[in-house]
């Protein structure tokens, strides 16, 4: 009886290391060229892989790519993150979203410089300790960086998984056995590349839509696919209805094109980044009058047509905007600033701006004019 399922056990073993191996030889011929990747044959950087997986977060690749070079040229190294100035680091992050993990990038990057001599921790349970970085990235980065035998489940992994062991428990109920049934394929060597191999098998032939089955090393093996259930997973639960939130907006520009902006507090919703003078947000837009007596200061404003639409997380947002010229700057708190381009303004401030001066925002494009001449 004993000697049966010891049989069993060694068969189960194989069967997962042959899967296992296809799946890196599919990958050795279809990996993705991307810039924070390591060529075959080279080690990987802690840092480069540290900082690509904290920005691709909720984020595509896409997305991504160009903010990850523009950091990576203005900061090669650890060190030089953590020493340059908060403000710096969201401007250059502003439009990629998610804020917070811009601030956790940096209190990161100041621990891994002054506290650990500017060496990552190479296991997932001494990664977690540092700021803005759970269990999903830390796999990702204590297998990719350091060959760590750990599972990265991020939403590509788990739809493959998902997929190949039919699993129809909801997400994100069913995170734990998708991370269970992930790392039970891990090997012990090349962790890193079957990690970008399980990411790259989500992001292609085993897309959300349509997927290529027929283009999959794992389609024999596939329990969704036998059962014809492939696009049905992995089943998600319900999301509940985001509540619609209203409010003004005050954009003032200085007569040599500067806007008024002023600095959110550092903690919660966009924190630490600029945005123009906003009033409270309710259910309902405030009546004129109310909102004149929101703006910063005494002005001709007038509301211009149409509102700004946003979408959070958790809240759907809607703004109306208010715009004035004034020749002279009025002592109010904030900072008047002429090179939009470069604030740290995130994308709903940018749309804010944008409006109150029409066409796709020239203000912006005043900015650039201006740096050229």
Not at 27 to 32: G, L, P, T
Request: hydrophobic share 45%; charged share 25%; with cysteine.
């Amino acid at each position: 009886m004993v000697h049966i399922m010891h049989g069993t056990h060694t068969a189960k073993q194989s069967l997962r290391g042959d899967r296992t191996q296809r799946l890196l030889a599919w990958y050795d011929i279809h990996r993705r060229d991307l810039p924070w990747r390591a060529k075959p044959g080279e080690a990987a950087d802690p840092y480069r892989v540290w900082l690509s997986e904290i920005m691709l977060q909720q984020t595509t690749v896409q997305a991504v790519a160009a903010y990850y070079r523009k950091f990576i040229t203005r900061w090669p190294t650890v060190k030089a993150l953590a020493a340059a100035p908060l403000d710096d680091v969201l401007a250059a992050w502003a439009g990629l979203g998610y804020y917070a993990r811009a601030r956790n990038l940096h209190k990161a990057a100041k621990i891994v410089a002054e506290e650990l001599g500017g060496r990552f921790p190479s296991t997932a349970e001494e990664l977690r300790k540092l700021p803005g970085i759970g269990a999903y990235t830390s796999g990702a980065i204590a297998a990719i960086a350091f060959g760590a035998s750990e599972a990265a489940m991020d939403a590509n992994a788990e739809r493959v998984i998902a997929r190949l062991f039919a699993v129809e428990e909801a997400l994100p109920g069913a995170k734990p056995k998708l991370l269970s049934l992930g790392k039970s394929l891990v090997p012990e060597r090349r962790a890193g590349d079957f990690a970008q191999a399980l990411m790259d098998l989500g992001s292609g032939p085993c897309s959300v839509k349509r997927p290529s089955c027929g283009s999959c090393p794992w389609a024999d093996d596939c329990q969704a696919y036998k059962r014809g259930i492939v696009e049905r997973l992995p089943l998600k639960a319900p999301k509940p209805a985001r509540p619609l939130l209203r409010g003004a907006a005050f954009v003032a520009r200085d007569s040599a094109g500067a806007v008024l902006l002023v600095k959110r507090p550092e903690k919660g919703l966009l924190g630490s980044m600029l945005q123009p003078p906003l009033g409270p947000w309710s259910e309902n837009f405030p009546a004129a009058q109310d909102a004149l007596g929101q703006a910063p200061f005494h002005a001709g404003w007038k509301k211009r047509a149409g509102i700004v639409r946003h979408g959070f997380t958790h809240f759907e947002l809607e703004i109306e905007v208010y715009a004035t010229e004034v020749a002279k700057r009025p002592r109010v708190e904030g900072t008047w600033t002429l090179d939009l381009e470069n604030a740290a303004l995130p994308t709903i401030m940018r749309k804010i701006v944008a409006h109150a001066y029409d066409d796709n925002g020239p203000l912006f494009r005043q900015a650039k004019s201006a740096r050229k001449r």
